[in-house]
């Protein structure tokens, strides 16, 4: 059944669900499988602070999200179609847990961060590049 998400365990369900579609999935999983790129342990909780601060107001995430994908990227090149199924895979585990406007927020916040952080990543690698 799907809910609406309203606190802290919705966002805890939402960010675990995704990453398990994402360990498999056999375009991105690589990136997020390769510890010198990404440390589950570490991002797990990360990502349940980013998204309960986006979605609920909470102020509990600290960090530099575009600084982290721009230094990403160098290491590991992000293409058009890595952020494509990034997207896909996070609507799909939205619309199959939740509904209501948080969940229509997150879509929205996903769209504006795909084309925001590619955006920043083609400018990175120009001169006088301002994040």
Not at 21 to 44: A, Q, R, S
Not at 73 to 81: G, H
Request: charged share 30%.
């Amino acid at each position: 059944m799907r809910k609406e998400i309203k606190g802290r365990d919705d966002i805890n369900l939402l960010v675990e669900r995704f990453y398990e579609k994402v360990k498999t999935d056999d375009l991105i999983g690589d990136i997020f499988n390769n510890e010198l790129f990404f440390l589950w342990d570490t991002h797990i909780p990360i990502m349940i602070n980013f998204w309960e601060s986006v979605l609920l107001g909470s102020a509990t995430y600290r960090g530099n999200t575009m600084r982290v994908h721009i230094e990403l990227n160098k290491k590991y090149p992000l293409k058009p179609e890595h952020f494509a199924r990034w997207k896909k895979l996070f609507f799909e585990t939205l619309d199959e847990y939740f509904t209501g406007a948080n969940a229509e927020e997150a879509k929205k916040k996903v769209e504006l961060m795909e084309a925001l952080m590619q955006a920043k990543i083609a400018q990175s690698g120009k001169p006088n590049f301002i994040q």
